[in-house]
């Protein structure tokens, strides 16, 4: 135990990517790598058969992008292959490709490209270093999509449980099932049903042994000693996968939904493998590098696709079982690739025999697996408007679109991240007289004639002016009683946007044409180069007016304000205007 600590402790410290092997930690990548290998073996078989391009291309998917992400990514312990949420958009794909051509073999060669491109965008997404944004997905979208896509797997399941070739769409599943459970088969329920409770079960024997593994060779052994009624797998090649790169083709499909559809498979690709490397971060103590896995999925998935198989992402759970048995460095993905490679070149005849019921049951639970009950869970305790956006992004992934459930969500959360921080701006805008200001402001030690005292408000901003600042800003401004003097505090804003310069313009156009003199303090250069850009300054507040800190502005203040030659504050206004005819330039309103 204190040697992989050790270990871990150094691989921290190296550099995200090497070739460079340290052969203290050889025993535990070869035990993690095959383990996670038979882990891998039936998940692969499942998704296969599940995407409609057959068992086959789930196992080539999960041989070629478990190699070459292993050596190229940037998370050292990740086991890649098909996912869930993976598969269930590749299923997608197929389904338009084949609706597009007639059939699957006429649509294979589009299914390729679009496997193929969806890994190029990856490479593409690494390249100009956009992993470090995918932080940035709110967990509500993330929550309602990943618990959408184990609903989905699990809806379409129903059907080979029972025997049945499902329907491709989730709605038609619904349709038709009044039909299906007419011709039920109670033998494949029987098969799936088995399959899943001894998933279930067998780990409070032992967790030594991966209990999907055991649950697909017992159920399927006994089904075929019995001879039970259920459909097979059927035929598997077997031997080593052969080059499709000849059959790419752009046919059949329009550009637009060619390249949608690959856009959909690289962003859900790269969210479900970041995902897998935080959550191997969190565990090994290590630091993966976002920008180079995505680089590795990319070639990964590449790879996959020239051989014609399922792409896919970071697998969690293959993952998990990796670290938990040893595996700390790249050869435990090499391994496990390399035993699902040699379970290929032999075992495709005793594979064919596996019934669809056992894949149905292992995919249920992967469905089940992947619902996020942890946000389901705190539903109640978590923001409103979180759960709303949570349960928008479900029902749109179940029953609409993938990829406009996550747009939809991305909106919706973004607008009201706007609201929020308008709200919050709105209340921490502070405006008050300058007495109110007396016991924290360093100006009271100020000797500020008490006739003036009333008539100089100070408004205090906190933040960056953005377009959320702008209606509380101009509300705000709408509702001030008779001043003189409005002082800008802008020592704590270090960014404006356009809609906050329009507002801050439209402010004191209003500030002004009520005889409002406005100054402002403690500008910093991004505001300040802003505000020059747009000619609010100094068209609308000369360059007098602008002084860089409160003490400087409270010396201004009291010198002009007491002045024996200003007897009141109509002399003050006279003053700006002599400013704005000295710099030539034309007020808009009479101060």
């Known amino acids: 135990m204190q040697r992989i600590e050790e270990e871990r402790a150094k691989l921290t410290l190296k550099k995200p990517f090497q070739f460079k092997y340290d052969v203290a930690n ?10 996670a290998g038979i882990v891998a073996l039936p998940l692969a078989l499942a998704f296969g058969v599940q995407s409609g391009m057959g068992a086959i291309a789930g196992l080539y998917g999960a041989i070629a992008l478990g190699f070459f992400a292993a ?52 490479l593409l997404y690494g390249c100009f270093k956009l992993g470090t944004y995918i932080r940035y997905i709110p967990y509500p979208v993330v929550s309602g999509f990943m618990t959408g896509i184990g609903v989905i797997i699990i809806i379409l399941q129903i059907f080979p449980l ?26 494949a329920v029987l098969v799936a049903t088995t399959t899943i409770a001894i998933i279930y079960i067998f780990p409070r024997i032992t967790k030594s042994i991966p ?76 630091k993966h590098n976002s920008n180079q896995e995505l680089i590795g999925q990319g070639i990964g998935n590449m790879a996959a696709a020239a051989i014609g198989g399922l792409p896919g992402a970071g697998a969690t759970m293959r993952t998990l079982v990796n670290i938990n048995s040893g595996g700390l460095t790249r050869l435990s993905g090499v391994v496990h690739a390399l035993v699902l490679l040699i379970i ?29 009950y942890k946000g389901m869970r705190h539903v109640k305790a ?15 992934t179940v029953f609409v679109d993938l990829i406009q459930a996550v747009a939809a969500g991305l909106i919706m959360s973004s607008i009201l991240f706007m609201k929020q921080m308008s709200d919050q701006v709105g209340e921490e805008v502070k405006i008050a007289p300058l007495r109110a200001y007396g016991n924290e402001l360093p100006w009271e030690d100020e000797d500020i004639p008490p006739s003036i005292i009333d008539k100089i408000y100070v408004e205090h901003l906190d933040g960056p002016l953005f377009f959320g600042f702008a209606p509380a800003f101009q509300e705000m401004a709408k509702t001030l009683p ?41 500008l910093q250069d991004q505001p300040l180069r802003m505000l020059r850009r747009i000619n609010i300054v ?22 002009e304000l007491t002045d024996a030659s200003h007897e009141d504050m109509h002399s003050f206004f006279d003053e700006l205007d002599n400013v704005r005819r000295q710099q030539k330039l034309i007020p808009k309103y009479r101060l």
């Open 26 to 35: 050889l025993r535990g990548d070869l035990f993690g790598g095959i383990t």
């Open 71 to 122: 050596i190229f990514g940037g998370t050292r312990q990740q086991i890649s292959g098909p996912t869930g949420p993976m598969t269930v958009v590749s299923s997608l794909v197929v389904m338009t490709a084949i609706q597009n051509t007639g059939s699957l073999a006429s649509a294979s060669g589009t299914i390729i490209t679009i496997f193929l491109l969806s890994g190029f965008f990856l």
């Open 162 to 187: 029972m025997g049945q070739k499902s329907p491709k769409k989730i709605l038609s599943v619904f349709g038709e099932l009044p039909q299906a459970l007419n011709n039920i088969n109670w033998e």
């Open 211 to 286: 209990s999907t593994l055991v649950a697909l060779l017992t159920v399927s052994g006994i089904s075929n000693w019995v001879g039970l009624n259920v459909p097979l797998i059927g035929d598997i090649p077997d031997g080593f996968p052969e080059l499709r790169l000849n059959e790419v083709s752009f046919e059949g499909m329009k550009l637009g939904l060619l390249i949608k559809l690959a856009l959909t498979l690289s962003l859900l690709g790269a969210i479900d493998s970041l995902l897998t490397s935080v959550v191997a971060d969190n565990i090994t103590k290590t």
């Open 344 to 372: 290929l070149m032999g075992a495709g005849v005793y594979a064919s025999q596996i019934p669809l019921a056992v894949l149905a049951g292992i995919l249920i639970t992967v469905g089940i697996g992947i619902i996020d």
């Open 382 to 396: 978590v923001p409103r408007a979180d759960a709303i956006v949570m349960f928008l992004v479900l029902a749109l």
């Open 482 to 522: 008779d001043i003189r003097v409005i002082i800008f505090r802008m020592e704590e804003v270090p960014h404006i946007d356009q809609t906050g310069l329009y507002a801050l313009e439209e402010v004191v156009r209003e500030l002004e044409m009520r005889n409002i003199a406005v100054v402002m303090t403690g």
């Open 538 to 559: 100094p068209g609308l507040v000369p360059e007098q007016y602008l002084f860089p800190s409160f003490a400087v502005c409270a010396d201004w203040l009291k010198e």
